[in-house]
């Protein structure tokens, strides 16, 4: 499914950004190494950077623990767990993506979820000083913790957080027309519905946005939903 991208360049005061209940960690390492001021390469380290892919700008979500109903509360196993998906994240992508919208519930919603998600955004450079800011459904969200694994062997970042189960569950909404093209994607929706065994509307949102403001003048917007449906 295609992610809604937004690159905006703009003047403004980041001093109002600056007091902002947002609290931005940095994990990890940058393995960047500089050259010699002739500009040769001087060791293997600035060969191993230029042959580097860069990371893709998208936005994955994950069930605690890969499991819906997870009530653990257990910080260590979850901790190794996220840290594993973050390297996996980081080697293969933002794969089995409750984003992708092929759940098991009606036209791939996720059916009966009721546990905490962690989302991870690929961001092409690596972040330091930026002003993150999240929304639900359009509204900010504030209380978040930021955090940022910057990769080994890739050029970029991934911010990611949890998005806990009572904040995410208030904050969900109906589908609309205006939803669909974000939900499936750049499809048909009418072909898509002739073949759909539910109406495209059925179910619910949440609308996720995360913004990544620059000290240059520049952010990024990455927006995807989180589709449910409930049932026996």
Same mark, same amino acid.
């Given at each position: 499914?295609?992610?809604?991208?937004?690159? =905006?360049?703009?003047?403004?005061?980041? $001093? #109002?950004?600056?007091?902002?209940?947002?609290?931005?960690? &940095? @994990?990890?390492?940058? /393995?960047?190494?500089?050259?010699?001021?002739?500009?040769?390469?001087?060791?293997?380290?600035?060969?191993?950077?230029?042959?580097?892919?860069?990371?893709?700008?998208?936005?994955?979500?994950?069930?605690?623990?890969?499991?819906?109903?997870?009530?653990?509360?257990?910080?260590?196993?979850?901790?190794?767990?996220?840290?594993?998906?973050?390297?996996?994240?980081?080697?293969?992508?933002?794969?089995?993506?409750?984003?992708?919208?092929?759940?098991?519930?009606?036209?791939?919603?996720?059916?009966?979820? =009721?546990?905490?998600?962690?989302?991870? $955004? #690929?961001?092409?450079?690596?972040?330091?000083?930026?002003? &993150? @800011?999240?929304?639900? /459904?359009?509204?900010?969200?504030?209380?978040?913790?930021?955090?940022?694994?910057?990769?080994?062997?890739?050029?970029?970042?991934?911010?990611?957080?949890?998005?806990?189960?009572?904040?995410?569950?208030?904050?969900?909404?109906?589908?609309?027309?205006?939803?669909?093209?974000?939900?499936?994607?750049?499809?048909?929706?009418?072909?898509?519905?002739?073949?759909?065994?539910?109406?495209?509307?059925?179910?619910?949102?949440?609308?996720?946005?995360?913004?990544?403001?620059?000290?240059?003048?520049?952010?990024?917007?990455?927006?995807?939903?989180?589709?449910?449906?409930?049932?026996?």
């Amino acid at each position: 499914m295609k992610k809604r991208i937004l690159y =905006s360049f703009y003047i403004i005061v980041f $001093a #109002s950004c600056n007091n902002s209940n947002h609290t931005t960690i &940095i @994990e990890g390492k940058s /393995n960047v190494t500089s050259s010699s001021d002739s500009g040769e390469l001087d060791s293997k380290s600035d060969l191993n950077l230029l042959i580097q892919d860069t990371l893709p700008l998208n936005l994955g979500c994950y069930y605690k623990l890969d499991d819906k109903y997870s009530e653990s509360e257990d910080s260590s196993e979850i901790g190794i767990w996220w840290r594993n998906k973050l390297i996996q994240f980081e080697q293969h992508g933002f794969q089995n993506n409750l984003f992708d919208n092929r759940g098991g519930g009606p036209n791939g919603a996720e059916w009966n979820s =009721s546990t905490d998600l962690y989302i991870a $955004a #690929s961001i092409d450079k690596i972040i330091e000083d930026e002003t &993150i @800011e999240l929304e639900l /459904n359009k509204k900010k969200i504030t209380g978040v913790i930021f955090k940022t694994y910057i990769p080994k062997n890739k050029i970029g970042s991934i911010v990611h957080f949890k998005l806990p189960k009572d904040l995410w569950e208030t904050h969900l909404r109906k589908i609309n027309a205006n939803d669909l093209k974000g939900i499936y994607g750049n499809v048909n929706l009418d072909s898509l519905r002739k073949s759909s065994s539910a109406p495209l509307e059925i179910g619910w949102i949440v609308e996720v946005t995360l913004t990544i403001h620059s000290s240059k003048n520049s952010s990024i917007t990455l927006t995807d939903f989180f589709h449910l449906a409930y049932g026996e």
